[in-house]
């Protein structure tokens, strides 16, 4: 804790209070929560990630004291080991100072519609925004795997097998926790019976099937002591899982998205790590592109109505952020997609951040174009 005290002094705070062990570092291959981060005998390789990671979280809980926001829920979901209600957090806090440093007055937990609350509200001297803040994890399903994986590859491990990297080729829909101690050990020997024989050590792969509709490549490399990569279908309907963030119709099932009560600009925040391509959000947001040929072969361009915005009719989300986040408090990059029709437009000047992109729908209807008029 000494250490800690020193160096991160919200932190230890918080582990103090809250009452968090500091244990030594175990690795893991799941996504790492409080305990993990906070943990000592960090390997060298690892250190500086692990220590950006700490400045993170001293930075936000800085700024959690500061608001006196730290009640019960918000303290379990720092002390959760569920990565999702953890990382959503920090991100808030993190999007909070973010606003913050550009001279906003930031209030947590703002009444929104329906009776419930959004995360942040922040105002300048003219003009209040509501904001929520969305972290884009993926979907249930994609954690499983990751879970999946993630055990698989430490048993491996503690097997001292020579697996270099797991690819997850097919994962049964219905698939069941319940039995991972057989499975492991049927991979096991499967991996053991198809290992190359002795002298012959050059990386192959091997794929392990079983009669439930599971499949898995294994890359058995010369020496292997650990597995350095992991490779699943998480990220094949990030467009679903983007549409769900936005309130958007997704298989029968319509999400809410919080906006403000009050008549004032909404914004949703989506934090992600860079795994998806931008063009994606466009057709998502103003709606489909798509071309009609016309006589002497010239083709037509429209935005299909399948968006979440209609430049037609008005809308109370004024607009979408795409925060691209790393290992610091600040940003990598971020877009700014502005609704063609507000009901309540967003303020050009509120946001200054130089790095910001600004995004709208160009004059055609058609075109996505950089800029504010």
């Known amino acids: 804790m000494g250490d800690l005290a020193t160096n991160y002094p919200h932190l230890a705070r918080f582990c103090n209070q809250e009452g968090v062990d500091i244990v030594p570092y175990t690795r893991t291959h799941q996504r790492l929560v409080l305990q993990d981060i906070v943990g000592y005998s960090v390997p060298p390789q690892q250190m500086s990630s692990n220590e950006a990671r700490k400045s993170i979280l001293n930075q936000c809980l800085e700024l959690a ?50 009776g419930g609350r959004g995360d942040l509200e922040v105002s300048s001297k003219h003009s209040t925004v509501f904001v929520e803040v969305k972290t884009l994890f993926g979907n249930r399903e994609m954690l499983d795997q990751q879970d999946l994986l993630s055990k698989l590859a430490k048993y491996l491990e503690e097997e001292k097998l020579p697996v270099s990297s797991i ?34 050590w050059s990386p192959r792969v091997r794929r392990y099937n079983n009669r439930k509709g599971l499949a898995i490549d294994f890359k058995l490399s010369p020496g292997a002591s650990m597995v350095k990569q992991m490779v699943y279908g998480g990220f094949i309907d990030i467009e679903d899982n983007l549409k769900f ?88 990059s971020v877009d700014i997609y502005l609704c063609p029709n507000p009901l309540f437009p967003l303020p050009k000047s509120l946001l200054n951040d130089s790095s910001i992109k600004w995004w709208q729908l160009g004059d055609d209807k058609i075109s996505i174009v950089r800029g504010i008029d």
């Open 245 to 332: 963030k936005l309130g958007i119709l997704v298989r029968g099932r319509t999400p809410k998205v919080q906006l403000s009560s009050n008549d004032i600009p909404s914004i949703v925040i989506i934090c992600d790590q860079g795994a998806w391509s931008d063009p994606i959000i466009e057709g998502i947001l103003y709606g489909n592109k798509v071309g009609t040929l016309g006589s002497k072969g010239v083709v037509r361009y429209k935005r299909k109505r399948d968006g979440r915005w209609d430049n037609t009719c008005l809308s109370r989300l004024s607009a979408v952020g795409i925060w691209k986040a790393d290992l610091g408090m600040t940003p990598s």
């Open 167 to 200: 690819e997850l080729v097919s994962y049964p829909s219905d698939f069941c926790e319940a039995g991972l101690d057989q499975l492991f050990s049927k991979i096991r020997s499967y991996l053991q019976r198809v290992a190359p024989p002795t002298g012959d």
């Open 65 to 114: 004291y500061r608001h006196n926001i730290l009640k019960v829920d918000r303290k379990s979901r720092l002390k959760s080991k569920d990565s999702i209600r953890f990382w959503s957090l920090i991100n808030e806090l993190k999007v909070a100072a973010w606003l913050e440093a550009q001279g906003l007055t930031v209030a947590f937990d703002p009444p929104s519609l329906c």
